[in-house]
Every structure is written in C-alpha cells, then in structure tokens.
C-alpha cells in the first residue's frame, strides 16, 4: 500500500508491503531497516536500529494517532480513502475485516480468559489477559463478530506470535 503522510508538517511517501505475517517499509524511496509484525489489529511490535517498540495506531478526526515508545504522534494520511473505508460507526476506529486470528504480542502467561468461544464480542472489547515483564495486556477483539475458538486456558505460557483465539 503507497500513502502520503504528512507527519510535523513534513509530507513524506510511505510504502508497505505485507510479507506473510511482516510487514516491509519504504520511507521516501529508502528501505528502512526495520522488523515490524501485526500482533495485533492496529499494534505493532516494531524493531528498529536494535531497539524493540510497541506502536498503537487509532484513527480520530485530526489523523492517525500513532502511540510509540510512550510518544504520541498525529499523522494526517493525504488521501485517507485507506482508512476511511474500513473506519466503524463508533467513533471513527479502525476495525478488522474477515476472519482474525488474535496473536500473542510477547512471551507471557494468560492470567485471565474473558470470553469463550460461540460468545458475541464488540470491536475493542476484552478477550484474555496476558502478563508479560509483570505487566497485563488485555487483548482486544479486533472486529465486532463472534469468537470462533479460545485456543488458551488461565495459567498457560505462551510464545509472542502464537494463535490465542480466532473471531469471525
């Protein structure tokens, strides 16, 4: 997908290439050295010049506001049809389309399973919790649906970029 963001005040020319579960990006023509995977819809494990960053994106009415390293960013996507066509009724979020597969976004144990499967979930809602480093991540329905499989149990470890669950 090729896109305009203008970021600062400064236009750029952004390319990315999905490659299986990577994604490959060219900033202004420039390869940029990174490995960034989807763990998540709308988060990113990014790792970048040997520093590993966790980036949110959610789209709002002044631009994509990108959450990184504990920054915030507002990016304004010149022709924002890419975004736009799969924004939800509720407040202009980005929702996933089709069958999801909800990934581990790291290592960690499930200390808490929030739905089961046949259950009926709204974009963004709970589905498990994962602690990692000590800290809880709740993992969000990526799409309003129903939840095809739970495939972990409270207590389970878990491998970064291993299936949790599925919503369809």
């Known amino acids: 997908m090729k896109l305009e963001v203008q970021i600062g005040g400064k236009k750029r020319a952004l390319e990315v290439v999905r490659r299986g579960e990577r994604l490959v990006c060219t900033l202004d023509g420039k390869p940029v050295d990174a490995d960034a995977v989807e763990v998540a819809t709308a988060t990113y494990s990014i790792l970048l010049r040997g ?22 960013l507002v990016a304004q996507v010149v022709d924002p049809r890419q975004w736009r066509s799969r924004q939800t009724a509720r407040g202009g ?4 389309e ?6 581990a976004p790291m290592p960690g144990k499930i200390v808490r399973v929030l739905t089961k499967a046949g259950d009926a979930v709204e974009a963004g809602q709970g589905l498990l919790v994962v602690e990692a480093m000590k800290m809880q991540n709740e993992i969000r329905a990526p799409k309003t649906g129903k939840v095809e499989k739970v495939l972990v149990a409270e207590g389970q470890a878990v491998n970064a970029g291993e299936t949790l669950a599925v919503v369809g």
């Open 93 to 96: 979020g980005v929702e996933a």
């Open 51 to 72: 520093q590993s960053y966790e980036v949110r994106v959610h789209a709002a009415p002044d631009g994509l506001h990108i959450n990184a390293g504990g920054e915030e």
């Open 98 to 103: 089709g069958r999801q597969e909800i990934k």
